[in-house]
């Protein structure tokens, strides 16, 4: 295996042990145990999908800001939700960091002489 792929692989494993992680398969765990929260979320996204196809139907669009206000007042669904935001905030940190290595003078804005 290269080098890279052994530090993927490292990587990989951190993210797997980091509190964001364990906090996400934590909140996914006590969301799934709630049948109640599993059928809102289910309802939303088959709502969101006909949206998707028919963006002019307001009709649709007022059930989905209902069933999202349903959700985020569902303590489960927020929490699940805030678990995944956390973790992606760490996704987007991991990948600016590669990014500001691939791309050094992308992420400044003295033309690459700070």
Do not use: H, W
Request: proline share 1%; net charge negative.
């Amino acid at each position: 295996m290269s080098k890279i792929l052994e530090k993927a692989q490292e990587l990989g494993e951190l993210l797997v042990d980091s509190e964001e992680y364990s906090t996400l398969e934590k909140a996914e765990t006590v969301l799934e145990s709630d049948q109640e929260a599993v059928e809102l979320l289910d309802r939303f996204e088959e709502k969101q999908q006909k949206f998707a196809t028919d963006r002019s139907n307001d009709e649709l669009k007022e059930e989905l800001q209902s069933l999202q206000k349903e959700m985020l007042s569902n303590e489960k669904v927020n929490n699940y939700f805030q678990s995944q935001k956390q973790f992606n905030q760490l996704m987007n940190s991991v990948n600016g960091e590669i990014s500001n290595i691939l791309n050094p003078d992308q992420g400044c804005s003295c033309g690459g002489n700070c």
